[in-house]
């Protein structure tokens, strides 16, 4: 649905050329930002304190679903059939259609007052050690300040924000994906707090997050062995498997388990026993080849143990696919913008937070930007992939924390509630909101950005890595 640009054009004649009118958009914005950063930090502040972990975010999704309706937009809740998830249209006209994508999901384990010395908060136990509450809200603010410049400015075209639940289960954005809500966006944009203000082509892995269940037979450990059939057993042996298959993969990769239940007591034969694995790679084939093969360790160690095994799915996700064409639109703005205006408290906070982390490069915020082409695979996985096999999709990171601060660590949750984090939320929603803008008005750009997603996927359609059969209530029978 790109707009013609002659009609761009009829739309925006009253005076200004094009480029006049978009340079003016975008000043609004930012003015509008600037104008409203006090209720966005308290709305930021609040999603912070609500610290909903994944899937229980009630609070958070309305509060963020409610102020974008209060600026006009349109919300249907409970999108893919998860109860915290929401899409917010608003439309002017007719005229490309951007995605904002939205997160807001805490993690339980880090809560943590907004200060330099760990301390918990006494009223909670979960913290947004991610920085979601600065990631939702921000992203949020640029699509609320892109609405409002559009209609000063007259210029056509279509916002949707994408209220993700469960990021940090990777499970918000893959069902989404799956229900094809990505599919008629012309572009999605999104950014996430971090140590360094950057646009970059990096990718992430792709990922199968996995359960297996044994099941065996209990008896007297000690005066029935020969009666019992250990699901232990079971786990120890496939652990084992995976252990030696670790040398016959690519070396990129990464397995790792926990095992959730190895029975209650050591005189009782554990009649069921269950392992968690995470398996990564690259790209999304190589994770499925790999994944295969872990099955199979597993059913070797079923048949040597004499028990059963349920292989139990939870999410899968793709890699990221980096589009440069749009990566390049983004970084534009965030040259614009600048890295973030850190006061003297917040200069303070980083320096003081400094000294408590593992690798600290240096005690000052990061006051450059910069564009990153050629980067390694950042060894980690987010669901923002699925939605970049749909949909030409970029990102950026602003520094809302002092370099070398480890994501899911307290000294991120206590930078996302202090007013660093905040100033580089700001600069994360201008980029976005310009970005956005000069969008609506370069359907050539968009159709671009389109060819080089064609190109990186060799023209294959996004086939979601979670079968349909797995639901929601499937991923969620333990919670
Ligand atoms: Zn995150």
């Known amino acids: 649905m790109l707009l013609p640009i002659l009609s761009i054009l009829a739309a925006l004649n009253i005076g200004l050329t094009p480029q006049d009118r978009l340079e003016e958009a975008v000043a609004a914005a930012d003015r509008w930002i600037d104008g ?5 930090d308290t709305l930021s502040l609040a999603v912070w304190k609500d610290a909903e972990l994944s899937l229980e975010e009630v609070e958070s999704s309305k509060r963020i679903a409610s102020w974008l309706e209060q600026h006009g937009f349109t919300v249907e809740p409970g999108i893919a059939g998860m109860p915290t998830a929401f ?4 439309q002017n006209g007719s005229g490309p259609t951007i995605g904002l994508l939205v997160e807001y999901d805490a993690l339980p384990g880090l809560s943590q007052v907004a200060g330099p010395k760990k301390q918990a908060r006494p009223d909670e136990t979960s913290g947004h050690g991610c920085g979601h509450n600065l990631l939702g809200v921000g992203a949020a603010t640029a699509a609320i300040a892109a609405r409002h410049a ?3 400015s007259g210029i056509p075209g279509r916002i949707e924000v994408f209220g993700c639940p469960a990021e940090e289960r990777g499970i918000g954005k893959v069902l989404m994906a799956r229900a094809g809500l990505f599919d008629k ?3 999605a944009l999104h950014w996430h707090p971090g140590d360094r203000n950057v646009v970059s082509d990096q990718s992430w892995l792709a990922l199968n997050n996995v359960k297996f269940r044994f099941s065996g037979r209990s008896a007297h450990a000690a005066a029935n062995p020969d009666a019992g059939r250990s699901a232990l057993d079971g786990v120890e ?12 993969i690519i070396d990129e990769a990464r397995i790792h388990y926990v095992t959730t239940n190895g029975g209650q007591a050591p005189n009782v034969v554990p009649d069921v026993a269950e392992v968690w694995y995470f398996i990564r790679a690259p790209r999304r084939d190589q994770v499925q080849a790999i994944y295969q093969r872990v099955v199979d360790c597993a059913n070797a160690g079923a048949l040597a143990s004499g028990t059963e095994v349920t292989v139990h799915l939870q999410s899968a996700l793709h890699d990221i696919l980096p589009n440069t064409v749009l990566g390049d639109v983004l970084y534009r703005h965030l040259e614009r913008v600048g890295a973030p205006d850190y006061d003297e408290a917040a200069e303070k906070l980083a320096a003081d937070i400094a000294p408590t982390l593992p690798e600290a490069k240096e005690r000052q915020l990061a006051h450059q930007v910069a564009r990153i082409l050629d980067a390694p695979v950042f060894p980690a996985s987010t669901d923002v992939g699925d939605v970049s096999y749909c949909v030409p999709t970029a990102g950026l990171q602003t520094a809302t924390w002092t370099p070398g601060t480890p994501y899911h660590s307290w000294q991120a949750v206590a930078q996302s509630g202090s007013t660093h984090g905040l100033l580089a939320m700001h600069t994360a929603a201008k980029t976005l909101a310009g970005c956005t803008l000069e969008l609506m008005v370069r359907p050539d750009m968009l159709e671009t950005a389109r060819e080089e997603l064609a190109q990186r996927t060799g023209g294959e359609p996004y086939r979601c890595g979670l079968p349909e059969s797995i639901g929601l209530e499937d991923i969620t029978e333990d919670d």
């Open 87 to 90: 899409r917010a249209t608003w």
């Open 150 to 152: 559009m209609e000063a």
């Open 237 to 248: 042996i496939m652990n084992v498997a995976v252990n030696f298959l670790r040398e016959h």
């Open 185 to 187: 966006l012309d572009a």
């Open 36 to 40: 409203l950063a006090a209720e966005i």
